[in-house]
T-cell receptor, first 115, second 115 residues
Framework: DTAVSQTPKYLVTQMGNDKSIKCEQN?????MYWYKQDSKKFLKIMFS???????INETVPNRFSPKSPDKAHLNLHINSLELGDSAVYFC??????????????FGEGSRLTVL | AQKITQTQPGMFVQEKEAVTLDCTYD???????LFWYKQPSSGEMIFLIY??????QNATEGRYSLNFQKARKSANLVISASQLGDSAMYFC????????????FGPGTRLSVLP
């Protein structure tokens, strides 16, 4: 029973295409995130949602659009893919209660390659 | 804005010896959490250890301990009795604000354990 699952794990596509990555968590967490890890391994936050509401929207091209249909799901849609979008995209979730550390639980990552 | 610095891009350690991975952070928020994550070559992100800014004692988890020096704003990870399986990227991270929704990572340190 995977706690945070994202699909697909690998995605190879042509420039200009549109693609989506799905994420689901079964931990009952309120907050979900998308992170981008580039080829140098830098992890950069893209979006954060709390109870389906967008909380953090970093400087990300508006070709990237997150959607949270409920607090257990956070999907990422990318329009007009560019070469520079090639990266590993991680979904994560956390619980923010007073007794919680707030640690991030990560999915396995989705490796996107744009040709 | 908060920032995490890891000054060691790469480290080598002999098997069974201890190693310290450096991490310094910058935030003006009095309440924050510090985390270490491990990313082996398989790519998943593994949570190792957590330290809260108000915790009086240094955190320990098995062979991992966090050397927390609040005045110096440092949160170094100490791995005792290194094993070959400890070879991986290690990321220091910080969360700030009441709901930990802004979770920032350092650039990482690649640790190689030598037999």
């Amino acid at each position: 029973d995977t706690a945070v699952s994202q699909t697909p794990k690998y995605l190879v596509t042509q420039m200009g295409n549109d693609k989506s990555i799905k994420c689901e968590q079964n931990l009952g967490h309120d907050t979900m995130y998308w992170y981008k890890q580039d080829s140098k391994k830098f992890l950069k936050i893209m979006f954060s949602y709390n109870n389906k509401e967008l909380i953090i929207n970093e400087t990300v091209p508006n070709r990237f659009s997150p959607k949270s249909p409920d607090k257990a799901h956070l999907n990422l849609h990318i329009n007009s893919l560019e070469l520079g979008d090639s990266a590993v995209y991680f979904c994560a979730s956390s619980r923010q209660g007073a007794q919680d550390t707030g640690e991030l639980f990560f999915g396995e990552g989705s490796r996107l390659t744009v040709l | 804005a908060q920032k995490i610095t890891q000054t060691q891009p790469g480290m080598f350690v002999q098997e069974k010896e201890a190693v310290t991975l450096d991490c310094t952070y910058d935030t003006s928020d009095p309440s924050y959490g510090l985390f270490w994550y491990k990313q082996p070559s398989s790519g998943e992100m593994i949570f190792l250890i957590y330290q809260g800014s108000y915790d009086q004692q240094n955190a320990t988890e098995g062979r991992y301990s966090l050397n927390f020096q609040k005045a110096r704003k440092s949160a170094n990870l100490v791995i005792s009795a290194s094993q070959l399986g400890d070879s991986a990227m290690y990321f220091c991270a910080m969360s700030v604000d009441n709901y930990g929704q802004n979770f920032v990572f350092g650039p990482g340190t690649r640790l190689s354990v030598l037999p």
